[in-house]
């Protein structure tokens, strides 16, 4: 299939990411057919795109969905509506193996776990460790919960503003629960918390699989975007800033619950602390209302001592402590997003929110994976590699990772990442190709076009916005660098070998602009 | 939220330690393929299943689960829209609930029930209505027994008792054969007696067969069944019945085949307009299943078919085991004053016993127990079967599970329950030689 889209793409890039994600932002001095008409993201595809569908051996295997006809409403549940069309992962992977492109997309490493954590995976099943092959216990291994409740003791909490009483009380049994990865653990706090009819207040750009999760437990999501600060290219946390009076406005007496991503996904931001003291103050003021803050990027930062992480439920002496539950999980840590190991923790009555779910829905989670994320916890405090720790050298890989990507977004002379600098180049782009009369968001027809054309792969952010603010996505794209140097160094000559021609800075920048702030 | 039997019965058996027959699981590992496969795929970089994966299932996984299946329904199976993979056979009968019921459906479970099921249609906004399985005790005569003591027997659906209570409100009937708490295997005509009750319930009322023990059938049925699967002997897959292939969804898990039930790893095969409203929920309730436990099924699916420990497969074995297991206990219970089953004429499956107290162990029971208060005891109140287990694993030593909560309240207070206590024989041959042991001091 083919796009109709602007004649002259006027890009600026601006290097904004903080862990996984660089923003690349495009602009299109001509709108041409790329208009954000489709607002329920049902967005179609060519049944061949769908149908091409990936091989066995594929690493990035998400099959499409299936080409039969939906099945009749009198039989399902309404539960069900409006989660039939095709997630942006089911359109894109396959896409990517469809043209062999380079898929920066989908955020999972191509690499494995660290041997450490292969090993204790391997140890769980020895005969020493039988129970570790049999149900756990429903709300949590009590291992792990013990080795995570040290660790945020120990390590994670230890110099926050949580007051002492409440840290050195958290109990391994009351305080935490694991389930399946963290959208797992997302789904039975959502299920156990909010009743038909509630608010469901995310922050856009989101995870996109907060909104249908929002929908299935009955509940509405209220979406609350991200503003773009033009003047602030520095990195993303400043580029990205939440307006407290805005997500104050979006505040009912139905609000249920406010989901917080911090290091965030899709923009790299960091929230600082003036930004979750804000946002506490605010929440403070509702103490019906709770805060699930899912924090899986957690330790993929880039400069500790200007950016750390921080939990929203430590801020101002633990302010919402009683309103918060903090999730986490094994997978980009320790890059085994197949392992589905997460946890959240909390106090005891919103933490049982999670529990009772799971006792129904799941059972009790896997039960080796979680013993061996236990040990694997602790062995990451430790020296490695040369490093103080795992994580720092974790954060020391990644940096390189970022760096290629932008230089290879640099080299390529179309999207040019910079920091400070700003960069703006105008291009033209090819105009031939099969008439469709498919309308999608520009993001996301730029998305399919880079693949198609280029050869990358990217996401379309359009997906994690809510269906009026589509448009504050149309000049953005998302791209991982989770992947080896190989990887990204073919991207980056893909890139390159396309040539993008220029514009000048400033009518670039003068109509960007415009662009944005509409 | 509350107490419940589990929750009660682990505080007291962490409290007083007796031998452990209450519990659900095998004490001992997975078989050795089991867990090598579980290592190799830890360990298999080119392969490497450590990162997310298909959200269906996991490609390795459903193309060798169709490949069973195919065997089994005699129909080929299309691993990529007709079978689902999720946490444990828990999540699979979750996701189905999910899919199909709405608020004022009805599901029928069969007394005794899984107690799981009951919260789950809840949860689903379902209504749960329930057929007794009727006990029918056994009529021969035994020498040198009262004839008023206490028998073992079978547990019948009776037509009646079904027909009366399916609707077109009716919107899924959970099968669970064999069955937990009961051991039973439903019979072929009691399988028909479901399929024909679609009808009264209409063409959107679907059928849920749990299998989960379907590789544990230690006494299976005497007659020849035409529908038994050729690598499932003495099994009846309900969705292999004329017509039902389209009316079902099959669930079963590899927990209690490989004694690897914190694996987690279950399913669910049926008909494509089933099965993918669970393909389409999967993505939201945790993205995909774990990887590297899928990819570790995978291959022991492939190698249980192989020669194992003497026996012609891993699951020849799996049967011979417990059926050693299940004769130990039989011997301990009957000769302590227990009724039980007669296996030689009562088909069963799984790794559970539902024992009767003789009238000798009825005595014994002290008073204090008998009608004691407790909040996690179905009716607050603790019944002949709970006030038994409650002093036999405080005093006596061994731990087994009252067979109250399985039943529906109404049941319960009818006195449905009050003669029967659940005994697992997953458990090593030591720890049944124990359970013997304590057994013996209630004579």
Known sequence: ?????????????????????????????????????????????????????????????????????????????????????????????????????????????????????????????????????????????????????????DYQWKESDLPTDILHNLDAVTNIATATGVTNVLYCALQGLVNPGDEVLLLEPYFDIYSSQVKLAGGTPIYCPLRSDI?????????????????????????????????HNPTGKIFNIDELEGIANLVSDYPNLIVLSDEVYQHLLFDKEKEPHISIA???????????????????????????????????????????????????PVTPTQDAISRAL????????????????????????????????????????????????????????????TIMPRDWALSRWLTTTVGVTAIPPSAFYGPDNLHLASNTLRFAFCKNEDTLLEASRRLEDYHFPTVSTSSAAAATDAELSS | TGPTVWTEFNRIGQEHNPVNLGQGFPDWLPPKFAVDSLVEAVLDSAQSPHQYT???????????????YSIHMRKEIDPMNEVAVTVGASQALYLSLQTLVRPGDEVILFEPFFDLYVNQVKLAGGTPVFVPLRFVPYTDKIDGQDEDEVRGGDWVLYRDELMKVVSPRTKAIILNSPHNPTGKIFTRTEMELIAESLDLAGPDCVVLSDEVYKYIIHAPPKEESVSDSPICAGHIHFASLPGMWDRTITISSAGKTFSATGWQ?????????????????????????????????????????????????????????????????????TEAG???????????????????????????????????????????????????????????????????????????????????????????DETIEAAAAALRQMK
């Open chain 2, 54 to 68: 298909r959200s269906a299932g996991h490609p390795n996984l459903v193309n060798q689960l169709a490949r069973r």
């Open chain 1, 314 to 364: 430590t801020v101002n002496n633990g302010q919402i402590w009683d309103q918060t539950l903090t999730m986490s999980s094994a997978g980009k840590t320790f890059s085994c997003t197949g392992w589905k190991v997460g946890w959240a923790i909390g106090p005891a009555h919103l933490i049982k929110a999670i529990t009772a779910v799971q006792q129904w829905c799941n059972f009790s």
């Open chain 1, 378 to 437: 602790v062995l990451a405090r430790r020296p490695y590699e040369g490093y103080d720790s795992y994580y720092d050298w974790l954060v020391a890989g990644y940096e390189q990772k970022r760096s290629i990507l932008i230089d290879a977004l640099e080299n390529a002379g179309i999207i040019t990442p910079a920091m400070p600098r700003m960069a703006v180049i105008k291009s033209e782009t090819p105009t031939k190709g099969e008439a469709t009369e």
């Open chain 2, 265 to 333: 790893a279950g399913w669910c095969v049926g008909p494509n307009r089933l099965i993918k409203p669970i393909h389409q929920l999967l993505p939201y309730i945790q993205f995909c299943a774990s990887t590297v436990i899928q990819e570790a099924l995978a291959r022991s699916l492939s190698r249980a078919d192989q020669p194992y420990e003497g026996y012609a497969s891993y699951y020849e074995y799996l049967k011979a085991k417990y059926t050693r297991k299940r004769d130990l206990l039989v011997d301990a219970l």
């Open chain 1, 1 to 153: 299939m083919a796009l109709r889209y602007s004649k002259n793409l006027s890009i600026i890039a601006t290097f904004l990411s903080t862990n996984l994600w660089c923003s690349a932002f495009l602009l299109s001095s001509e709108i041409g057919v790329l208009r954000n008409r489709n607002h329920n993201k049902h967005f179609s595809t060519t049944d061949e795109d769908r149908k091409e569908g990936v091989t066995e051996k594929d690493s990035d295997n998400i099959s499409p969905l299936s080409s039969s006809p939906p099945p009749s409403s009198s039989l399902l549940s309404k539960r069900l509506d409006g989660l039939d069309a095709p997630t942006v992962w089911h359109e894109f992977s396959p896409l990517a193996v469809k043209h062999k492109s380079i898929n920066l997309g989908q955020g999972f490493p191509d690499w494995d776990p660290p041997r450490f954590v292969i090993e204790e995976l391997k140890r769980s099943t020895d005969p020493e460790y039988n129970d570790a092959n049999q149900y756990a216990r429903s709300a949590a291994h009590l291992p792990l919960a013990e080795a995570l409740r040290n660790d945020y003791v």
């Open chain 1, 231 to 263: 003047s602030k290219l520095v990195g993303a946390s400043e580029f990205f800033t939440l307006d407290l009076d805005e997500l104050a406005s979006k505040i009912t007496t139905k609000t249920k619950v406010l989901i917080l991503n911090t290091p």
């Open chain 2, 338 to 428: 227990f009724a039980v089953p007669n296996y030689d004429v009562t088909p069963g499956g799984g790794f559970f016993i539902l024992a009767r107290p003789g009238k000798a162990i009825q005595r014994s029971i002290p008073e204090k127990y008998i009608l004691a208060k407790n909040e996690a005891a179905p009716g607050g109140v603790a019944r002949q079967d709970w006030a038994l287990c409650q002093w036999m694993a405080e005093e006596v030593g061994l731990l087994c599970i009252p067979s109250s909560p399985f039943f529906s309240s109404e049941r319960v207070q009818e006195g449905a329950a009050d003669s029967f206590i659940r005994v697992a024989f997953c458990k090593t």
